[in-house]
T-cell receptor
Framework: KQEVTQIPAALSVPEGENLVLNCSFT??????LQWFRQDPGKGLTSLLL?????REQTSGRLNASLDKSSGRSTLYIAASQPGDSATYLC????????????FGSGTQLTVLP | EAQVTQNPRYLITVTGKKLTVTCSQN?????MSWYRQDPGLGLRQIYY???????DKGDVPEGYKVSRKEKRNFPLILESPSPNQTSLYFC????????????FGPGTRLTVT
């Protein structure tokens, strides 16, 4: 059964810093991996989707990488801003059960002004 | 505007009183699913549907029912709610069954007393 882990659980950085959020998964046979952002009391907003054949995806100040063989993904946020404060979740869709999405528990990011 | 809507957004009910949470998407997505989010447990899939009249259990289906009579709607039914079903519920949809980006609704906060 796929397990997804996100470290650290919480992170606090000053505004302007570049930062990396980590996601690891136990079964490397994945279909794709998706990063989400969740604001307090709100739904999930999709940030980036990486297919299993891709190594990275970029959107603005965000860059997500995928290393299937090692079971790892990172989300890089450049020049962080207070508006980036939120919980970031990664979710893995496994090849063997492509209908199901397994989520990590998230990293709560606080960017201090 | 492309979106997934859920109703109600907030619901307080008593044990045993049947309730339905509606989910609707306007993107003509084949795939729809329900998740619950609990502190310390993250997001867990309840049920999913790959198309009209096709539904299947996720990781935590006990105590829930779903139906998919129309492509756009995927209601979640709690026949006899219990306090352990107090949670934040999310509906999601996507094209196809595995390779596409997931879009989430705003969430329904359910309290069962």
């Amino acid at each position: 059964k796929q397990e997804v882990t996100q470290i650290p659980a919480a992170l606090s950085v000053p505004e302007g810093e570049n930062l990396v959020l980590n996601c690891s998964f136990t079964d490397s046979a994945i279909y794709n991996l998706q990063w989400f952002r969740q604001d307090p009391g709100k739904g999930l907003t999709s940030l980036l989707l990486i297919q299993s054949s891709q190594r990275e995806q970029t959107s603005g100040r965000l860059n997500a990488s995928l290393d299937k063989s090692s079971g790892r993904s990172t989300l890089y946020i450049a020049a962080s801003q207070p508006g980036d404060s939120a919980t970031y979740l990664c979710a893995v869709r496994s090849s063997g059960s492509a209908r199901q999405l397994t989520f990590g528990s998230g990293t709560q990011l606080t960017v201090l002004p | 505007e492309a979106q997934v809507t859920q109703n109600p957004r907030y619901l307080i009910t008593v044990t045993g009183k049947k309730l339905t949470v509606t989910c609707s998407q306007n993107m003509n997505h084949e795939y729809m699913s329900w998740y619950r989010q609990d502190p310390g447990l993250g997001l867990r899939q309840i049920y999913y549907s790959m198309n009209v009249e096709v539904t299947d259990k996720g990781d935590v289906p006990e105590g829930y029912k779903v139906s998919r009579k129309e492509k756009r709607n995927f209601p979640l039914i709690l026949e006899s709610p219990s306090p352990n079903q107090t949670s934040l519920y999310f509906c999601a949809s996507s094209y196809g069954t595995g390779g596409a980006e997931q879009y989430f609704g705003p969430g329904t906060r359910l309290t069962v007393t």
